[in-house]
């Protein structure tokens, strides 16, 4: 006999081989997306750091910019 907080119907019902394997591709999937989400972010970043690297080595140029005319 359930307790009062199992129902009689969701007692019986044991967990099928399909449900595991859909939750398995569901964590697949996310595994695949957190890693895809990661690794665009390093780019961003390194990308982003590689942009400011080089607008502060032109900026210790003090003739950047201006003509030898």
Known sequence: MPSDLESAHLASIP??????SRWM???LVAVASALAGGLAAAWWYR???ASLQ????????????ILDE
């Open 54 to 65: 080089d607008a502060e080595e032109a900026d210790n140029d003090p003739h950047f910019g």
């Open 15 to 20: 967990e099928s081989r399909e449900g595991k």
């Open 47 to 49: 990308k982003t750091l």
């Open 25 to 27: 591709k569901v964590g």
